[in-house]
């Protein structure tokens, strides 16, 4: 009876551990930060050469050595000095190199598949072969401020553009590490957070923004348009990027472009036009008037009272009322016949 429920138990156990395996959110909360120490005063640090395109702009220090070459400052800004072959750089590439052998030795680690996207991941070391992010990759610091995220890939590390890494329950971009055995590149636009310590090269796409740093060992970092905040870490938001890009991810689908809330204008209030003012007429006339002036002048005719009979309705001479054939013709005609009927009658 002993003996099956060790065995019930050794079978539980097993399957707790695998499904952990498979879901890839075994906590370790033994796992340290690494001490970057002068590297983490660079945002930008190369083992050849940092060349950039476009207004970069970077909240501390760039930085190259053994090589000499800074190209593309301005007009790209750096936050803090520019360093090419000197001591300070000199140091921050030896620090480096001992943090990447820091990062590159951590155990235990949970073996991990090529893409992160859609993953939500809690503290610990992660192994893949090579890493690579589309969509989204979820970081739940489980309310505790202290924890710490440590990726070791052995070949490259690739982003698709539009990716980003988002931040829940406490989560910290200065506790997260990314071991990268050659070269790392992020995509057009994705937003990247953490520390990248790549062996070779970096690479950045077109308006890339980065909660972190880009220090590569031996070869190149190559910028275009791009933002670093490293100095980011004591108000880390919440959710990273708060509000970049401009588009909502679910794991495993694409990007879906949200629009920008429009302007709102308010039009200008409709202009009423004034009435024109009205003439006022001058005391005399400065011109001599016209005939049609003073025909527009005249005054209106009085209408003539109806006839009375026994009288003789004459046509009026005003200017006003013009005499109409006809009616004089009528008035000679009843005058005619007035004086005959008062001429006395001749009898035959």
């Known amino acids: 009876m002993n003996n099956s429920k060790s065995i019930v138990a050794m079978v539980a156990i097993a399957f707790v551990i695998a499904i952990g395996a498979m879901t890839g959110r075994t906590a370790s909360a033994a796992t340290n930060t690494v001490a970057l120490a002068t590297a983490a005063t660079y945002s930008v640090l190369a083992g050849q050469s940092v060349t950039n395109t476009g207004p970069t702009t970077t909240d501390n220090k760039v930085g190259v050595s053994p090589g000499t070459s800074v190209t593309g400052f301005p007009p790209g800004l750096a936050g803090g000095m520019i360093h090419a072959a000197d001591g300070d750089a000199g140091q921050a590439q030896s620090d480096l190199g001992i943090a990447y052998n820091d990062a590159a030795g951590r155990t235990p680690f949970l073996t991990v598949s090529g893409d992160l996207g859609g993953q939500s991941l809690v503290s610990g070391v ?83 923004t980065v909660y972190g740093r880009a220090l590569a060992r031996n070869g190149d970092v190559t910028l275009i348009n791009d933002r670093f905040l490293s100095s980011a870490c004591a108000s880390a938001p919440l959710l990273i990027p708060p509000t970049r890009p401009p588009f909502t991810i679910a794991p495993g689908s694409t990007p879906t472009p949200v629009p920008s809330p429009m302007t709102t204008f308010t039009p200008a209030p409709s202009v009423v036009p004034s009435p024109a003012p009205t003439a006022v007429p001058t005391a005399a006339l400065t011109t001599a008037p016209t005939a049609a002036s003073v025909a527009a002048a005249a005054p209106t005719a009085t209408p003539r009272p109806a006839a009375v009979a026994g009288t003789l309705n004459l046509p009026s001479t005003s200017t006003g009322d013009p005499a109409n054939p006809l009616a004089i013709l009528g ?7 007035i004086l005959l009927l008062r001429r006395p009658i001749r009898h035959l």
Do not use: E
């Open 126 to 208: 992660y192994r893949g072969g090579g890493l690579g992010l589309t969509g989204v990759l979820t970081l739940d610091g489980q309310n505790d401020p202290a924890s710490v995220w440590i990726f070791q890939a052995a070949s490259g590390l690739t982003t698709a553009s539009g990716s980003y890494v988002s931040f829940v329950n406490g989560a910290s971009p200065c506790n997260v590490f990314w071991q990268i055995g050659s070269s790392a590149a992020l995509g057009t636009g994705s937003t990247f957070v953490g520390t990248i310590m790549a062996l070779t090269s970096i690479t950045l796409g077109d308006s890339v």
């Open 331 to 337: 008035v000679a005609l009843t005058g005619l016949g």
